[in-house]
């Protein structure tokens, strides 16, 4: 091994012992990562787990689209001991093509039992702009991940974003890739001047409401 590599290596353990949320989520990851999903593991959801790490002690998150709950999940695990609680938005219908088919709201729901984090999650089967017409929580945390056509997520950004606290979180997720809508969208945020200290893991764009 060269010396570079050997310097990079103690560097890597010596972040690793004074990163406590690295270290906690290296312990939980193994519980997530049976979960389906289109996350870019395991980046994305250490992401969404320190995220909920850092929000506030009594902090509602809203996620808009939760397919088999693997974002939820990791939300989920980074709530551990808290008064912190997820609303997993979502129609829980399978298709045929991307997705395939069944019942994705009783495989959402025993992915939520397995990982233990049943506590912190309510699901709610509806479509995310009628959830909008009487939703009245402040919000920490919001992820937007339902339909992807620019229309929808635009739709579903302003209906939750006026929710959002300031200095709240809110995140995208596929602004890279061939999902024009939701890359049209994160532009269009980010130029009107709507977050601020925005930034990107993988394909999860995220900033905080000015």
Request: glycine residues 8%; hydrophobic residues 40%.
């Amino acid at each position: 091994m060269s010396i570079k590599n050997k310097l990079k290596k103690v560097s890597q353990k010596w972040w690793d012992k004074w990163d406590r949320d690295l270290r906690d989520f290296k312990k939980v990851y193994p519980l997530i990562e049976p979960v389906p999903g289109f996350l870019k593991s395991p980046q994305q959801e250490q992401w969404f787990f320190k995220a909920a790490r850092k929000a506030p002690e009594n902090a509602v998150i809203v996620e808009i689209g939760s397919f088999q709950g693997r974002s939820t999940v990791s939300f989920g695990l980074g709530c551990s001991g808290s008064n912190k609680h997820i609303y997993a938005i979502d129609l829980f219908e399978g298709d045929n093509d991307m997705y395939g088919a069944g019942d994705f709201q009783e495989r959402f729901k025993k992915h939520v039992k397995d990982c233990g984090v049943e506590a912190y999650v309510t699901p709610i089967k509806q479509h995310s702009l009628k959830v909008a017409t009487t939703w009245d929580k402040p919000i920490d945390v919001l992820f937007i991940d339902g339909s992807h056509e620019y229309e929808d997520v635009k739709a579903d950004f302003e209906a939750f974003y006026p929710f959002v606290k300031k200095d709240g979180v809110v995140a995208f997720h596929d602004i890279k890739g061939k999902w024009e809508g939701v890359i049209r969208f994160w532009r269009e945020v980010k130029e009107a001047g709507l977050l601020k200290n925005t930034g990107a893991v993988s394909s999860l764009g995220y900033g905080v409401k000015v």
